[in-house]
């Protein structure tokens, strides 16, 4: 009896690491994505998930313009096809544009064939409206299994995480942002924040606007560089 109780709780832990690793954005069981780079790097990556979202895109735009900051934005392909013009605004600023699939699923309970749809369709979108753009991917809620990340590379995405988390997808007040990005910063991170919300176009991300201006401010006082993504990953290759 013990040795069965024993085997149940080791196959429950498994699940659980293994469910835990499919979601968590550092996590490598499945796979190897791009996380951040060795901490105490000077530089650090600004990315959007969610948009294009009209107006909090364009605002997001106009604050890393005065600073003078490239970002990347993940985008959701049917918003793409409602508002391409805010894409194109954002490629024409000098960001960067990555997958984020084309209605925003949960990849990991998905068939191949829908994964694969997903991935194909939300890079349709993106051809439509910019024409060619960045081979980056990133899995709505960081969901992912071996499966999702070898479609991604058998459609020649790479696979993009991240290590530091605003926690904003709710609209919490600008510092409370601001606080939550600052105590994970150890430099070389990669930083998650939304423009966008995957329900619907038009959430409201005018806290993530704030956040982002004061963020940029106090990093750049402290000597960090803002660098896209693909700037990151050919720091990390050098």
């Not at 979601?23 to 060795?38: I, K």
């Not at 313009?65 to 793409?80: C, E, P, S, W």
Request: net charge positive; charged share 20%; proline share 5%.
């Amino acid at each position: 009896m013990l040795g069965l109780a024993l085997t149940g709780v080791a196959s429950l832990a498994a699940a659980v690491t293994a469910g835990y690793q499919s979601m968590a954005p550092t996590g490598q069981w499945y796979g190897r994505t791009f996380t951040s780079l060795a901490r105490g790097t000077k530089q650090l990556a600004l990315t959007y998930d969610d948009g294009p979202n009209d107006p909090h895109t364009l605002r997001l735009l106009e604050v890393l313009a005065r600073h003078q900051v490239q970002a990347t934005f993940f985008q959701i392909g049917r918003y793409v096809q409602q508002r391409p013009e805010i894409t194109r605004e954002i490629v024409k600023a000098g960001h960067v544009v990555g997958n984020h699939t084309f209605t925003h699923p949960l990849l990991t309970f998905k068939s191949a064939d829908e994964i694969r749809q997903q991935l194909s369709s939300c890079r349709s979108a993106l051809q439509g409206a910019i024409g060619d753009h960045a081979n980056l991917f990133r899995p709505p809620f960081g969901g992912r299994r071996p499966t999702v990340l070898r479609i991604a590379r058998e459609l020649g995405l790479e696979p993009i995480m991240w290590n530091v988390t605003g926690y904003d997808w709710n609209a919490p007040p600008s510092a409370a942002i601001e606080q939550k990005v600052t105590m994970q910063i150890r430099g070389g991170d990669v930083i998650l924040l939304h423009d966008g919300g995957h329900k619907q176009m038009g959430a409201d991300r005018s806290q993530t606007v704030l956040a982002t201006d004061r963020l940029i401010t106090r990093y750049k006082a402290e000597g960090y560089e803002f660098v896209t993504i693909p700037q990151m990953m050919q720091k990390g290759e050098s």
